[in-house]
């Protein structure tokens, strides 16, 4: 695979790819920081993808990796000191989806991540195991203990009722 | 909960926002990246020859840092760098880093995730066991960590919910009492053993209530904890629940319990706070010196993520009244702070940066 030939892959999937990391990100700027990064790591050592039958597929893991890495970093810091970071750039700005995504962030990452990469894009099960580095079961319980969280942050959002812990 | 959310993701809408950047600049950017990587390989080589040539010295602040930037830099001091290298693990692996990502790290205030209700630590006469100078057996059996299991705990995983005072209440995955009662037992005692010194409290049952902790920064939290039911007590030990992470069963530990320090170690001063000047390497520590200090040397640990502070305090050899003074110091980084976070080595705890 050389530069010209990742050019084409480039053309074709970089939109797609950022869509696809934004609902992970739930931040379409992140979303696009990765994935070019995912693009300028390929381009650094194209000897990466030798064997490697989708680079789609391929750079989509990459960029999933790298939001992982860079999430955890970043929310560890902002978190520990309370600094208050940028705000997510969210392009759709209907009621619904900003809800979504807000409430997608409260989420432990790794729920989010199964979440997303399930329920968002719709990859099998399996596929999003293979991507997260976890066991099925792991992808099971994350989903289910997700959609549960989820729905209670939808009910607090309503209501605002402590947890109970009596 | 799949038709209602899929709905509010469309992306289509999406995709419209999506602006390409000029495929010549990543192609650009990689072209740099890789001769920063060539230079780096040259750099390491040198390295490697002047250690294999000369004296380690080359390891600590020396040549050709900008190049390998990913590379972990040391202080030169090799407990120091050691006991550093084991934070940064407890934080990424130990479940530091993963309550810091719930928002919620307890405060160095708390001490231990094990907490007496009131009512056990006052004694008879009015005296808390803590100020007492003869504490009870049971309360040092209790500060030794000196359990015996009676009857078996349970193994369950029920869901709990940590409550952040003014902020959001959190789903989180708990450890079950079993592996929660390890934590509590930490000291055994000699077979044949019956003074008061071997004396271990029994722990009969565990329910799940919860604990209010102060948190790092301020404010407070409602956690869930297991609270232990000790034969002979007229109260339960608490200790917290969370699990260490979202995918393993072992219970989280603050710290102090991940990095004890041995009572011949360096007694490494906490740093406070550290300030750094935008544009600029230098990193400035706000630690608790004592009045009689004979030296006091910064020492710093850094890696891609994290940079360990610590000072080294060398007391003046002579009697002296132990009076803490604010004091500051000053090291130079390899680079700017960044976003990295900050540990102190005296206790494992993250420093405010300001």
Known sequence: VDEHELGEVYAGSYRRLVVRLYAVTGDLAEAEEVVQEAFVRVLASPRRLRGVDSPEAWLFRVAVNLTRTRARRRQVLDRLLRRIGEPPVVPDHSADHVALMAALRHLPTGQRYALALHYLLDLPIDEVAQILDVSLGTVKSRLHRGRAALADLYRDDLTRVGGDHA | MRESTYAAFQPDVIAEHVRPPEY?????????????????????????????????????????????????????????????????????????????ELGFVPSRMNGTLTLLPEGWPVRDDGVYEWESPTPSPEYRAYLAGRFRLVGPLSTDRPPG??????????????????????????????????????????????????????????????????????????????????????????????????????????????????ATRSGTNRLEYRFQGGLCDAGRTPVVYETRDFVVVGVDIVAERKACFSVGVDATAEVTLTRPLGDRVVLSVADGFPVRVT
């Open chain 2, 161 to 274: 919910t940590v409550s952040i005072r003014g902020g959001p209440t959190i789903t989180v995955p708990l450890a079950s009492a079993q592996d929660t009662y390890l934590t509590l037992d930490r000291a055994d005692v000699a077979p044949g053993c019956t003074g008061d010194e071997c004396l271990e409290l029994p722990v009969t049952a565990a329910t799940l209530g919860w604990v209010d902790l102060m948190l790092d920064g301020g404010g407070r939290a409602t956690v869930p904890a297991w609270l232990f039911t000790v034969d002979g007590l007229s109260v339960p030990i608490a200790r917290v629940a969370l699990a260490s992470s979202a995918e393993t069963t072992a219970p989280l530990r603050l710290p102090d319990e991940l990095f004890p320090l041995s009572p011949d170690a360096p007694r490494w001063a906490v740093v406070h706070a550290v």
């Open chain 2, 24 to 100: 010549a600049g990543l192609v650009a950017r990689a072209r740099r990246r890789r001769r920063r990587r060539i230079a780096a390989i040259g750099v390491a080589t040198a390295v490697a020859v002047a250690i294999v040539a000369t004296v380690p010295v080359v390891l600590s602040r020396g040549a050709g840092r900008d190049a390998v930037t990913d590379a972990p830099v040391g202080s030169g001091r090799a407990d120091f760098d050691r006991r550093a290298v084991e934070m940064i693990a407890g934080w990424t692996d130990g479940g530091l880093a993963y309550v810091a």
